[in-house]
């Protein structure tokens, strides 16, 4: 039978795994590595992938494309020379290069895969995800979210009953997420980020010190120089992970009238560590703010589970033990994790693993625009998925025969407070008093994630249907902002809101004396809709 690989696909690095005679392994790629540099390269008429595309990212950084990762799910083009090409062809062409060394490896073909994507990835992130593997050849049977992987990968939903918490620190994102395990289900009870810091944020503090110091101060870096200096800064980094001292040595790194010049330096852990710090202590707000979320005490969480490269690093270790009062789980590379989780979720779906059930949540509040430009929400933000809600609306409006379904995403009270994820029309009504037709709205979120609504006039039948997909992306640090702001704008929002529905009260009241006999509500707790108005049956 042919094997369902799993596929970490990151930021920074990708790694494939599989699972074999009942365990979980990385493959090695072409190179001999475990894992690959998700970095593209347009360079002397050929497509580069990996770790030779990395080496081109400062000489040739017009041809190379790195952090693609962050661009999914968004419909601009990436220029490789005058080569466009989209997020999703991008991403193509590096899973294309892992399925390649994964058939070398495994001696036959891959058609499948799971793929991960972090936990706040939205509907479009996710579908541009699926259609990479689809260009690159693969069916991807499930999408599943990174933290929830890890914990798959460290076997914690079979051991023990309790919440995790999954410290991600990778190449160029942070995550937190919380997760509960009980009986072998688990669930993303939050998660928090910051898509703008990781590992990369270190290199680049190391170097910003380096340049300063004899005799790079006096020369003029050029791209030659530092691309050298780049390479070296992360190797040493990486060093100072298990030794106290690193040497940072490039020979012959510029010539003057004396001739050539040498750099030399040696970098302590102490030093390294004071550099670093601040990019550290960052990640703490994303802890807190998960943990807030989850409406839960550091003395909550049962398990620290640490994912990320960066994780490697000992500061990094020891600030998360000293913040969450707990020694986090060990056994597994921390850059690894999430791939092995993804090829034990692929053995449960073929069949070979069946102890298992997953549960991820939603990032932010999905809601249908209301009567007088409210958001009503459908399913709430970290609602377990996959999910399915209905409800029931109606016209507001007499002879009113059409209705505007608007999706929103957003904690804000009001609609066009929050993104907008589409929009469409239900025609076709037959005209009616108001309140009369029973409109049937369902938001359904798919195990990958996926959004899709529709909506049913329960007199005729007639039914229109969208699954979201176009201009709605939104990054961690935007999912973040939105969250902030609808704490900041809480009270604001709350008097709109009441106005809003004082004045409906007003009108719906007169609706209910002229009509009564008409209408068969018996709680019309909650006005739902849409551009010309509707109520919730509810
Ligand atoms: P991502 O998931 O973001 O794609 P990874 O989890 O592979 O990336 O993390 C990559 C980051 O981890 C890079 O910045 C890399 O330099 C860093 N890294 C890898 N190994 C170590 C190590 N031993 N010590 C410190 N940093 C490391
Ligand atoms: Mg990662």
Known sequence: MSKVIGIDLGTSNSVIAVVENGEPIVITNAEGDRTTPSVVSFHNNEYLVGKFAKNQRIMNSKGTISSVKRKMGKREQIDLLGNKHFPEEISAKILQKLKRDAEAYLGMPITKAVITVPAY?????????KKSGEIAGLEVIRIINEPTAAVLAYGLNKKSNGLILVYDFGGGTFDTSILEVSDGVFEVKSTSGDTYLGGDDLDNAVYDFLIQ???????????????????????AKIELSSTNTTTINLPFISTNENGPIHFEYTLTRPKFEEIIMPFVMKTKKSVDQALQDANLSTNDIDEVVLVGGSTRIPLVQQKVKEWLGKEPCRGVNPDEVVALGAAIQASILTGDTTDI???????????VETLGGRATPMINRNATIPCSVTEIFTTAKDMQTSVEIHI??????????????????????PPAPARLPQIEVTFDIDANGILSVSAKDKGTGKEQKITITGSSTLTDDEVAKMIEDAKKYEEEDRKKKEEVERKLKIESTVYSAQRLSLIHISEPTRLLSISYAVFCLK
Do not use: C, H, W, Y
């Not at 990835?121 to 995800?129: G, I, P, V, Y």
């Not at 929103?408 to 009504?429: C, H, P, T, W, Y």
């Open 408 to 429: 929103v995403q957003g904690e804000r009270a009001m609609a066009s407070d929050n993104k907008s994820l589409g929009r469409f029309m239900l025609e076709g009504i």
């Open 213 to 235: 110091q004899e005799p790079l101060n006096t020369l003029n870096i050029d791209n030659q120089i530092k691309s050298r200096l780049m390479e070296a800064v992360e190797k």
């Open 121 to 129: 990835f939205d509907n479009d992130q996710r579908e541009a995800t």
């Open 357 to 367: 059930v997953l549960l991820d949540v939603t990032p932010l509040t999905l809601s």
